[in-house]
């Protein structure tokens, strides 16, 4: 590292700051406080040495040398600082003060010199961005960058969810042998009775550890039975879905074991053909959640929705007292009361997949 001598501030310099450090010249009159050696605004220095003075003084026109006060008589005594005299003594530390102002605003631009160059120097080499204390890059804070940094929804939520048509088109990944909890919630909510006729609340309730969406469940039930080709038809009924007190019955969504349980209640077995049912012993209509995840070959992949749609009506329709039934004739559509989840074919006769009880609407 190279050496040499620090430059130091030229000496007019030293001798304005020097005034309020040696300067013991005080005005007749004044004495100094419990014994100390202390000035006060009104202090009088030699020739050229600073002086403070009050917000509604002024500064003489030139400098003025020696005072132009007159003597005081014997016996008088003048009060300190007044009129000329004041104003004389604030004209004599004008070369002073003038010397202070252009030392501070030297000592200022040194500073400001140092301060740019040393952020200048910690910029990156390629015009990056600046460095805090430390080395450590300063983060940007640009509208893009903050766009970018955010994380993407999580799957599940809100902003992530599909429309309820393409996702009542899809399959959902279920174990045909699923037995989960055998507890099941409420889906929370109210949607109310959009018809006419009589008014039939129910519940929906989904078995805990399902992993299937239950609102999606709650939503499709909701609009199937509400819409006029459904048991809502002509205005004979409305359908009210309630999370909470009376409920005129309780749609459930289960797990294979689970609909088994509850169906061998009423005396039927679904675990042959793994199907639904209305537990009619029990306020349950059961709902086996590896149709509604899954489907049926009678249907295929490409009518999940119209199959979901299927199971809500024909086990509802069990609910208000209607009985299976036949393909009327070859080509027909299939009464919703069919049992099509097994088959679209019975005594020799072929029907088309319908989930409708009154598809003319």
Not at 80 to 89: C, I, N
Not at 93 to 120: E, I, K, N, P
Not at 205 to 217: C, H, N, R, S, Y
Not at 310 to 323: C, F, S, T, Y
Request: aromatic letters at 6%; proline letters at 7%.
């Amino acid at each position: 590292m190279a050496t040499g001598l620090v430059p130091r501030p030229r000496q007019e310099f030293i001798d304005a700051f020097d005034y309020f450090d040696h300067a013991e010249h005080r005005r007749d009159g004044d004495r100094p406080r419990d014994g100390a050696h202390r000035r006060n605004e009104d202090d009088v220095f030699a020739a050229g040495a600073p002086s403070k003075e009050k917000k509604s003084g002024a500064r003489a026109a030139g400098p003025i040398v020696g005072p132009t006060v007159p003597p005081v008589p014997p016996g008088k005594t003048v009060p300190p600082s007044r009129g000329p005299e004041r104003r004389t003594r604030t004209a004599k530390g004008g070369l002073a003060r003038t010397l202070t102002g252009v030392a501070a605003a030297a000592v200022t631009a040194v500073l400001a010199v140092a301060v740019s160059g040393q952020v200048a120097h910690e910029q990156d080499g390629k015009g990056g961005a600046p460095r805090a204390a430390g080395g450590a890059e300063r983060p940007h804070t640009d509208a893009a960058t903050r766009t970018k940094s955010r994380p993407a929804p999580a799957p599940g939520t809100v902003a992530d969810q599909a429309p309820y048509e393409v996702q009542m088109a899809q399959k959902f990944p279920m174990d045909a042998k699923l037995q989960a909890s055998g507890d099941f919630e409420a889906v929370p909510g109210h949607d109310k009775a959009p018809g006419r006729g009589e008014v039939l609340r129910y519940r929906v309730d989904v078995e805990k550890g399902l992993g299937l969406d239950g609102m999606l469940f709650a939503e499709a039930v909701q609009k199937t039975l509400n819409d006029d080709r459904s048991w809502a038809h002509g205005g004979r009924r409305t359908f009210e879905r309630v999370s909470s007190g009376d409920a005129d019955f309780v749609i459930s969504l289960a797990s294979p074991g689970t609909t088994a349980k509850w169906c061998a209640k009423s005396g039927l077995d679904t675990t042959q053909d793994n199907v639904s049912c209305d537990s009619a012993a029990t306020e349950r209509v059961v709902i086996n959640a590896y149709r509604w995840a899954q489907g049926a070959v009678t249907y295929g992949d490409d009518k999940m929705h119209a199959y979901r749609q299927m199971l809500i009506n024909h086990e509802v329709g069990h609910r208000l007292g209607h009985n299976h039934e036949t393909c009327p004739k070859q080509g027909a559509l299939a009464p919703v009361m069919m049992q099509q989840t097994k088959f679209l074919t019975l005594d020799g006769a072929t029907c088309r997949a319908n989930a409708w009880p009154h598809p003319e609407g």
